[in-house]
Structures are given as C-alpha cells and as structure tokens.
C-alpha cells in the first residue's frame, strides 16, 4: 500500500449502534408494558419487595 492511498473505512454512528442494539432486543409486549405502568400508577403492582413487606407486617400483626 502507498502511504497517500485511500482506504476504505466503515464508521459507524453513535446513533447506528443504538439503533442495532434495538434492533437485537426481544419484541416488546406493549398493552403488558402498560397494564404495568398503570398498576404502578395506581399504586397496586406488588414486586417481591412489597410483597415481603405486606408479609412481614401481617406477621408481626398477628404476632403481636
């Protein structure tokens, strides 16, 4: 190769990458990622961390 010839380059955009990257991803499940937005909204979707919680109070309650 000669110091001055071109070469052939790819470069590939911040925004390129993100895009492949979503392009990757699983299928999102919209009316699922919104029925969760609501219950989280209305204050009713229970995670394992509110769960433990509710369990840890009705215990003490009946344990006094």
Do not use: C, N
């Amino acid at each position: 190769m000669h110091a001055g010839a071109p070469r052939d380059q790819v470069e590939i955009s911040p925004l390129g990458q993100m895009l492949d990257g979503i392009s990757r991803l699983p299928e999102i499940r919209h009316e699922k990622v919104d029925e969760i937005r609501r219950q989280i909204a209305e204050g009713t979707y229970d995670t394992p961390e509110r769960l433990e919680l509710a369990l840890d109070r009705m215990l003490s309650e009946f344990l006094g």
